[in-house]
């Protein structure tokens, strides 16, 4: 398939205020898998003397940011490129190699911007579907190894977005093992956007597999997505390779100081995550409650079925009237009928709980949409 995708951006807490009647300071974003506050070093630092020269140009090397992001990780700071956001990351991997006809794999449902930045190439999009609800989406690789042969670029997503579940390691090594196989073999992706919400990663693997890139980002675990800075790892050829596709200068002097400071307080990330994946169990214990099951997750984020895709869609727009965001999917994706929900602060969660109170029953809307 190469029809060109198109990816519908959110709309804009305005927006959403002025469609609702609402006011844009009440509007809460449950879509965005966002942090629900920023560390508080971010503002101190940004209030302190923080003198960067902003007359100039950003250092085009990044190095500081580099090398703070290198530490994160205990690499060599040469197997380090850092972007703005994860996706400008998975971007430059899209312009360094996929182009007009080259084939790509897609196990989904999953994160949409590899479809949609594999379609903008012009690249074929082969999706994989994921096992059943009942095998936790797990990856399928015996189809996915089946069809890497000639594929140029893989996109794994672990834990995978939009399900919230963790990718089992054995089934990640072999669709590795499977493509390292191959020659030349095709190059995988693993976006972390989510590390720190759990134990394992791929970057463990960095010296095993040179066909292998780990995407990471500050802005889940990190609190800051208005930040904008993402950053990957792999081999050599590979950081090499986006490098020569990098703008020199997509991350302003601020936000790459920002992030900086950040990756070398990694106990924000580490007290974050815990933190949210404690309110994770307590917000799924609570619209459990309510009839709305969550499928369990190891992420800051919630994916709840709700019935048919009808009953989905009402639910949502109840969830709006209230100032509530959800992520929605459109009746022909395989989660039509679920929402996302972002794990949020006490108080926010509670908001969500209340709208899902006043929401009839999954039984009473399955009668109210035959
Ligand atoms: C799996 C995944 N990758 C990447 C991103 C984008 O990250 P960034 O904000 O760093 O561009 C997201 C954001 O939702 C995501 O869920």
């Known amino acids: 398939m190469t ?53 100039e140009y950003p250092d085009s090397s990044y190095g500081d940011l580099t090398a703070a992001a290198a530490a994160y990780l205990g690499v060599a700071t040469d197997r380090v490129v850092v972007g703005a956001g994860a996706d400008e990351i998975l971007d430059l991997a899209g312009k360094a190699w996929l182009g007009e006809g080259r084939r790509t794999l897609i196990p989904t449902p999953t994160y949409p911007m590899y479809a949609v930045l594999s379609s903008q190439r012009g690249a074929v999009i082969e ?3 994921r096992r059943q609800p009942a095998e936790g989406y797990a990856l399928d690789v015996e189809a996915l190894v089946a069809r890497l042969d000639g594929a140029a670029v893989v996109w794994l997503c672990a834990p995978n977005n939009p399900t919230g579940a ?47 890139l780990v995407v990471r980002t500050v802005s889940k675990a990190f609190g800051l997505a208005g930040v904008r800075v993402g950053y990957a790892v792999g081999a050599r050829r590979l950081i090499a390779a986006l490098e020569t596709v990098r703008p020199p200068g997509s991350i302003s002097t601020v936000s790459a100081a920002l992030a900086a ?45 709700i019935g048919s895709a009808a009953d989905a869609d009402a639910a949502a727009e ?38 899902v109170e006043r929401w009839p029953s999954v039984t009473d809307s399955a009668t109210r949409h035959p």
């Open 3 to 55: 029809s060109s995708q198109v990816y519908t951006w959110e709309p804009s807490d305005r927006a959403i205020a002025e469609r609702y009647g609402l006011r844009a300071q009440d509007v809460l974003r449950f879509d965005t898998n966002t942090s629900p506050a920023a560390p508080e070093f971010a503002a101190a630092l940004l209030a302190e003397p923080f003198d960067p020269p902003l007359n």
């Open 127 to 129: 999706r994989i579907p």
């Open 166 to 212: 963790p990718e089992d390691p054995a089934k990640l090594a072999a669709i590795l093992d499977a493509a390292g196989a191959l020659e030349p073999a095709p190059i995988v992706v693993i976006d972390e956007a989510y590390a720190e919400f759990v134990t394992e990663s791929a970057v463990a693997w960095l010296d095993r597999y040179d066909h292998l």
């Open 261 to 305: 400071a950040a990756l070398r307080r990694p106990g924000i990330a580490r007290e974050n995550a815990a933190r949210l994946s404690a309110e994770r169990e307590w917000l799924a214990a609570g619209l459990s409650a309510r009839g709305w099951r969550a499928v369990p997750s190891v992420t800051n984020f919630l994916l709840v079925s």
């Open 318 to 355: 109840h969830l709006l009237r209230s100032g509530i965001v959800p992520r929605t999917f459109p009746g022909d994706h395989p989660l039509a009928g679920h929402l996302r929900l972002t794990v949020r602060s006490r108080d926010q969660d509670e908001r969500l709980l209340a709208a």
